[in-house]
């Protein structure tokens, strides 16, 4: 059973860093894709980027191109999200997600919540 625990959320000010990490467990994830998606107050989730767990091949959503990067490490079986310049509108829970199928997450973590203020 795969298990994904995020970690990293906190509170911070505008033009600020953090680092979220998932951690995945529970099989293997070769051939697999990993993702970010974030829930902001009243707002449907919304996709933040995507990484190809083999080859490391990323993507991402326009609002955070630049500023956010996506990485994972096989060794740890962690996947991360480095974001620098952060903003208040991303603000937000952000979730670990994971799946076969680009685009097709059935593996959920539990979230962690971001705070940017202004």
């Known amino acids: 059973q795969v298990q994904l625990v995020e970690s990293g959320g906190g509170l911070v000010q505008a033009g600020d860093s953090l680092r979220l990490s998932c951690a995945a467990s529970?099989?293997?994830?070769?051939?697999?894709?990993m993702g970010w998606f974030r829930r902001a107050p009243g707002k449907e989730r919304e996709f933040v980027a995507t990484?190809?767990?083999?080859?490391?091949?990323?993507s991402y959503a326009d609002s955070v191109k630049g500023r956010f990067t996506i990485s994972r490490d096989r060794a740890k079986n962690t996947v991360y999200l480095q974001m620098n310049s952060l903003k208040p509108e991303d603000t937000a829970v952000y979730y670990c997600?994971?799946?076969?199928?680009?685009?097709?997450?059935?593996?959920w973590g539990q979230g962690t919540q971001v705070t940017v203020s202004s």
């Open positions: 997600a994971a799946g076969r199928i680009p685009g097709s997450y059935d593996n």
């Open positions: 529970g099989r293997t994830f070769s051939g697999w894709v």
């Open positions: 990484i190809k767990w083999s080859s490391g091949m990323t």
